[in-house]
């Protein structure tokens, strides 16, 4: 089937941002550099007390990794959210959650620092979407491993440049972005810097095969 592009902007460094994808349509969501994380969340249009829900991704699917193979499931573990093409290294974390203000203090940080928390409220506000939590997100390009032990090793972003993951809406969804805004540890990259994405939304042509 063939795909023609809606829309598109850029994520900017640090922010968040939500769009309303219907079923069928497709977000390609592109990382200039290969090394910007990305938290991601999909909260059903209708109810969006129903959204993606790592820790029954992982009862769902007996893996920490969401892939081309492992649809996002819901609370109510259904599939709302399809990974369907992929050009990065291919693993996304759903172990870890998004960076926020107690994160920040505990690294040392003084003062208001933007996060992945806050971007989500803010992106979710600009649609008249209150949530009163902050559901775990899947942390699309970032590499977390498990070692022997139980411990987690937080790894540098494997991705080339470029690279991109096409996510399928299987339900009417609110997809809810931040390019997250780490710039204390190296989750973004051995320079500690966060940097533009860029998503397209992309609609089945009509009559297409």
């Known amino acids: 089937m063939d795909y023609r592009i809606d829309d598109s902007f850029v994520l900017p460094?640090?922010?968040?941002?939500?769009?309303?994808?219907?079923?069928?349509?497709r977000l390609r969501l592109t990382n200039p550099f290969g090394t910007q994380a990305i938290d991601?969340?999909?909260?059903?249009?209708?109810?969006?007390?129903e959204f993606i829900s790592t820790d029954n991704f992982r009862s769902?699917?007996?893996?920490?990794?969401a892939t081309t193979d492992t649809a996002l499931v819901s609370t109510r573990r259904r599939p709302l959210v399809t990974i369907v093409e992929d050009t990065s290294s291919g693993k996304h974390d759903t172990l870890l959650c998004a960076c926020?203000?107690?994160?920040?203090r505990q690294l040392g940080v003084e003062g208001y620092h933007r996060s992945c928390a806050d971007n989500m409220h803010e992106a979710l506000g600009e649609l008249s979407i209150k949530m009163p939590f902050t559901p775990s997100?899947?942390?699309?390009?970032?590499?977390?491993?498990?070692?022997?032990?139980?411990?987690l090793d937080?790894?540098?972003?494997?991705?080339?440049p470029g690279s991109y993951v096409v996510l399928?809406?299987?339900?009417?969804?609110?997809?809810?972005?931040?390019?997250?805004?780490?710039?204390?540890t190296t989750i973004n990259g051995a320079d500690r810097t966060p940097r533009d994405c860029g998503i397209e939304i992309l609609t089945p042509v009509a009559g297409a095969a």
């Open 168 to 184: 399928q809406a299987e339900d009417d969804v609110v997809m809810a972005f931040s390019c997250c805004p780490q710039d204390v």
């Open 100 to 104: 926020n203000a107690d994160i920040y």
């Open 154 to 160: 937080r790894l540098l972003p494997a991705s080339k």
């Open 60 to 65: 769902f699917h007996s893996t920490i990794f």
């Open 40 to 49: 991601f969340w999909a909260f059903l249009d209708r109810d969006t007390y």
């Open 13 to 25: 460094a640090g922010y968040g941002k939500a769009v309303r994808v219907r079923a069928g349509q």
């Open 137 to 151: 997100p899947v942390n699309l390009f970032m590499c977390v491993a498990v070692r022997a032990d139980g411990s």
